[in-house]
């Protein structure tokens, strides 16, 4: 993890633009975090552009003096609003009972939104208390329920979507618990 001072005037200002956002370790954003256990996922930083999320630059980096905690606080509000721009639909079996979510969006936000801090209570009637979250592309994301059935079985769906997106995220299974995102496996081809 990388970590920047930030002066006390910096602390004042919003920046509705920063993000974080889960992003494919191979993509190597100059400002990361782990997520624990993953091993091809990271939270990345950077910020919206209108029409893309844009990884920063070092140069930018050390510009601003950003500090990771400082990013993480003042990202929260911009991951509710994309979460809130982000299309929910309800896969469900041949009984009506919820198979999982799925999460999308035209503009490339749901790797953003899949941070929001509601994510949990959202989906916690529906889904139950622990999800199981995969985000393969940065326009959709996977969310079961943890006591839900075998999810391997879905794994050419999440395969698909990762492999017909221009911004694939990862593959990386990852329990919601409370809001924090632990990596737990890995769908295979």
Partial sequence: MLLWLLSASRLEAAHPEWRIWLEAKFMAPALSAPVEN?????LAGGRWDGTNLVAFTRK??????MQWQT????????AANDFQKVQVT???DQRKVIEYAELQSKEPLVASAILAPELSTTFADSLGEVLLVVVPNRNHAFIFPQLGPDVSRY???VWNAYRESAYPVSVELFECR?????AVGLFEP
């Fill in 71 to 78: 990013l993480e606080s003042e990202t929260r509000i911009a």
């Fill in 60 to 65: 930018e980096i050390e510009a601003s003096r």
């Fill in 155 to 157: 794994s050419a769906l």
């Fill in 178 to 182: 409370n809001g924090v995102l632990r």
């Fill in 90 to 92: 309800y896969k469900r």
């Fill in 38 to 42: 993953a091993q091809r996922t990271v």
